[in-house]
């Protein structure tokens, strides 16, 4: 199945692209897709995930809502990688 993986503020610069379209197998959730993105760019793990490989910052979204990692994608779900926002 495809899904699109959009990439926002610091994780575009470090993926060095906006957006893609991916390949995944049937039952892939938000959790493996992280793995294959891991893999797939690794300038992306320090920074989205921490020493231990536990998630560190990162929000994600499946098709413009806030999900776990455990939710299971679908063909032509749009997931969306983006650092937690912060003001005061």
Do not use: Q, W
Not at 35 to 42: C, F, G
């Amino acid at each position: 199945m495809k899904v699109r993986v959009r990439y926002f503020a610091r994780f575009r610069s470090l993926a060095g692209v906006g957006e893609e379209e991916l390949e995944v197998p049937e039952g892939t959730t938000v959790g493996e897709l992280i793995n294959i993105l891991r893999e797939r760019h690794p300038a992306l793990k320090n920074e989205v995930f921490a020493e231990d490989d536990d998630l560190a910052d990162v929000n994600v979204s499946r098709n413009g809502r806030y999900v776990g990692f455990d939710e299971v994608l679908e063909d032509g779900d749009v997931v969306a990688l983006f650092p937690p926002v912060s003001g005061g």
